[in-house]
Nanobody, 124 residues
Framework: QVQLVESGGGLVQAGGSLRLSCAFA????????MGWFRQAPGKEREFVAA????????YYSDSVKGRFTISRDNAKYTVYLQMSVLKPEDTAVYYC?????????????????WGQGTQVTVSS
């Protein structure tokens, strides 16, 4: 069984930055494609970013491309999301997910495991 624990969320002003972390435990980290999703109140969970098993490939939603950077440290079993130039519309609970097959990285149902989420609030 895989456990995922997100951290690093908080309250930040528009234009500011935050770095989220997701610690992975229970299986071999490098066997999983990792993704970040977010869910705002009253909305569906949406794809933010994903990173391949080795970290060679990264994928972003159009809404965060150029502002967010996903990375992973396979030695530390951790995936990160560096968020910059934050906007009020980035406010959401951010979740990390682990996907063993990695066929459709932007699809919520493809992920095998999820963390409990961390709140990010961006004030205007």
């Amino acid at each position: 069984q895989v456990q995922l624990v997100e951290s690093g969320g908080g309250l930040v002003q528009a234009g500011g930055s935050l770095r989220l972390s997701c610690a992975f435990a229970g299986r071999t980290f490098s066997s999983y494609l990792m993704g970040w999703f977010r869910q705002a109140p009253g909305k569906e969970r949406e794809f933010v970013a994903a990173i391949s098993w080795s970290g060679d490939f990264t994928y972003y939603s159009d809404s965060v491309k150029g502002r967010f950077t996903i990375s992973r440290d396979n030695a530390k079993y951790t995936v990160y999301l560096q968020m910059s130039v934050l906007k009020p519309e980035d406010t959401a609970v951010y979740y990390c997910g682990a996907d063993h097959l990695g066929r459709r990285y932007a699809v919520t149902d493809e992920y095998d495991y999820w963390g409990q989420g961390t709140q990010v609030t961006v004030s205007s």
